[in-house]
């Protein structure tokens, strides 16, 4: 059991104000909204504030009616909404779309090699054979609870091995560490970066696999995710940086410390729970909170990023504005923060 020192009212208290201004922003059916509805509806889950969850289910509704995008694996975050919403409300409508984008993760996305998804921005064939990390958060974890949910093994099964895979294309074994992305075509890492919301994408999710999946212990590759998982935690908090953050590029010491990768990591921390990381999502909490404004705007989050070239196109992306990602990840990490302390 992991004990933080923090006050759970302070903690409630800042997800109301991220929350609030999460869903305040103009935020369209995409990534971006995908993951900072999820945090949305984990702050609904961990709080039972239904207002969090009517107001997410207002502009569901009104994104319906205005009319959809085409899927990518990208659009299909936000298919963790919709899981929430349907759980809570058992409408129709919201299964159906869900069922639309397992749909597409199953028979209509693009897949290379050993059945492993590419990932995709958009309907055009962007990145061929590419395996980006990002794609764990997006459909792989999606597959998973959906497939939980509904008590589909063969939506589970796929889930797993686009973790398995994904373990082994992108994760260094020699540091623990994770690659942004991998290109079967060239059988490379491209610029070979340790990106640190590439770790966060990665590490979340895999520690939510637990968490979300009855007996996973019964799952011969859950044993190969916990594996990863628990030697990539071990790399990363050899990296953490005195104010609690992690470099954008994690094994640069020159990189600006990233507050959505930061907030991901140390919710894997939390959500993992090894007493030995204690210090280290304590000195997270302590940092991160320093970058949610008044207005629960969260501070210092890195905008949209491919695999970059080189070294330079990580560190120049911009990190001004307010991004859905940020606001999504500060999000799990609070909750998880919660969940934790409830648990005491």
């Known amino acids: 059991m992991m004990k933080l020192n923090t006050s759970t009212n302070e903690l409630k208290s800042t997800i109301d104000r991220v929350v609030d201004y999460t869903l305040s922003m103009d935020l369209t059916w995409d990534w971006p909204c995908g993951v900072a509805y999820y945090g949305v509806s984990r702050a609904f889950e961990v709080t039972g504030e239904q207002n969090y969850l ?4 207002s502009w569901c509704d009104e994104y319906i009616e205005a009319g959809l995008p085409t899927w990518t694996v990208n659009t299909c975050a936000m298919g963790h909404m919709l899981v929430t919403l349907y759980e809570q409300t058992n409408d129709q409508k919201y299964l159906d779309l869900i069922m639309s984008k397992i749909d597409y993760i199953k028979n209509h996305a693009l897949r290379f090699g050993d059945n492993v998804l590419q990932h995709t921005v958009s309907a055009n064939n962007d990145f061929p054979e590419q395996c ?11 597959e998973l609870r959906v497939g939980v949910m509904l008590e589909d093994k063969s939506l589970i099964d796929d889930a797993l091995h686009q973790y ?24 490379d890492h491209m610029s070979g970066m340790y990106w640190a919301r590439a770790n966060a994408w990665a590490a979340y999710t895999m520690s939510r696999v637990g968490k979300v999946l009855p007996q996973p212990y019964l799952y011969p590759n859950f044993m190969h995710i916990d594996c990863s998982l628990r030697d990539q ?9 005195e104010d609690g953050l992690w470099g954008t590029v994690l094994d640069h010491s020159q990189s600006y410390g990233e507050v959505s990768a930061s907030a991901g990591i140390a919710a894997a921390m939390v959500t993992q729970s ?61 909750t998880a923060a919660v969940e934790n302390e409830q648990k005491l």
């Open 54 to 57: 009517d107001r997410m289910a």
């Open 132 to 142: 980006w990390a990002d794609t764990l958060f997006m459909a792989a974890y999606l």
């Open 164 to 187: 398995y895979w994904h373990i082994n294309y992108l994760q260094d074994e020699k540091t623990g560490l994770w690659y942004h992305g991998y290109n079967n075509v060239n059988k």
């Open 233 to 241: 935690l071990a790399a990363l908090k050899r990296l953490q940086r």
């Open 274 to 334: 090894n007493p030995l990381h204690g210090k280290y999502a304590q000195k997270s909490l302590q940092g991160i909170l320093a970058n949610i404004a008044d207005n629960g705007r969260v501070l210092n989050v890195s905008a949209g990023t491919a695999v970059m070239n080189d070294i330079e196109g990580y560190l120049d992306i911009p990190k001004k504005w307010a991004q859905g990602w940020g606001q999504g990840l500060a999000l799990a990490f609070l």
